[in-house]
């Protein structure tokens, strides 16, 4: 016998859940696929805030959710499952081969670039980048993805630096109405050491890079970049935030003024979950020796 596609109330699983035959996604369903195909993974409270200006049910965006997954369109990364009290948290959702070519069929297919490497740490670059795009755009501001800037020069995110090279967790940029600024995104969940003899990434190296990238202002040369760019750490913990502000002491200005810093919410839940309107669009960055700045205020001098 088959897995059971329902539990005993006939209730979809994360398991398992009853092909459904004839599904097509609606104007609001593909506002959630090709989110998703730009940031990454995304949970349902995510996907319900970035429609949640025309359509203010949270029970119908669920149900329409499991409809989609129904139809073959998104999957459950079994990722998700390691957490505590897993079966509790909003689901996860990610695309399928199914939502990818429907998606070039309609001709809304982007080339996107998408965080790699270990999946927890690429979902929560994805959760950071995701949350700046919907608040920003509650207060009109256009959120450029990377393959936009990739596509100036068709340069690789890899910033060559002799022997090595410096590759961003994200890169993307903002259009404040005509005036720009460009950000690198750099997300530390707790694993990442200070200092490291090996090749593994740490905070003195990823400090050391930026510093020539940002010395040199290489990114301009390697991205075709007009505007400044600056860079956003968001750290597991206000205590390793703060220690990552004190090996920034003692940089150059041109570095302490465009690194940007800040901890996750102390109220994060298991999935690492934030505010997709507050935390990271209004909420204060710190810059070391220098006064603590917001994204939402383009008129703050950030060059």
């Not at 699983?13 to 940031?39: D, M, N, Y």
């Not at 995110?157 to 410096?166: F, N, Q, T, V, Y």
């Not at 707790?190 to 510093?211: C, F, H, L, N």
Request: aromatic share 8%; charged share 20%.
């Amino acid at each position: 016998m088959g897995k059971a596609l329902t539990d005993s109330l006939g209730r979809a699983t994360f398991h398992a859940i009853a092909p459904q035959s004839g599904v097509r996604p609606t104007t609001r369903e593909l506002r959630w696929v090709k989110h998703i195909g730009r940031h990454g993974p995304q949970s349902s409270q995510y996907l319900y805030a970035l429609t949640q200006d025309t359509h203010r049910c949270k029970d119908t965006a669920l149900r329409s959710l499991q409809r989609l997954r129904a139809g073959g369109y998104l999957m459950l990364p079994r990722q998700q499952l390691a957490t505590e009290r897993a079966a509790f948290n909003p689901y996860i959702y990610d695309l399928t081969r199914q939502a990818k070519m429907h998606l070039a069929d309609l001709g809304l297919a982007e080339p996107t670039v998408r965080p790699t490497g270990h999946w927890w740490h690429g979902y929560t670059v994805s959760c950071v980048t995701s949350s700046i795009e919907m608040a920003a755009a509650r207060d009109g501001v256009r959120y450029i993805p990377a393959h936009e800037i990739l596509a100036i020069r068709q340069a690789e995110l890899a910033i060559p630096l002799g022997r090595s090279k410096l590759i961003p967790d994200q890169l993307f940029a903002l259009d404040y109405g005509g005036s720009y600024r460009a950000f690198a995104l750099e997300v530390d969940r707790g694993t990442e050491p200070k200092v490291s003899s090996a090749a593994r990434k740490s905070w003195a190296t990823m400090i050391d890079q930026y510093g020539q990238v940002l010395e040199q202002q290489l990114y301009k040369q390697h991205y075709g970049l007009k505007a400044n760019l600056l860079v956003l750490c968001v750290m597991s913990s206000a205590r390793r935030a703060e220690a990552f502000c004190e090996m920034l002491q003692g940089r150059a200005d041109s570095v302490a003024a465009s690194v940007l810093v800040r901890p996750f919410a102390s109220s994060c839940n298991s999935h690492g979950l934030f505010d997709p309107q507050e935390l990271f669009w209004k909420g204060e960055w710190r810059r070391p020796g220098l006064d603590a700045v917001s994204l939402q205020l383009k008129s703050v001098d950030l060059s």
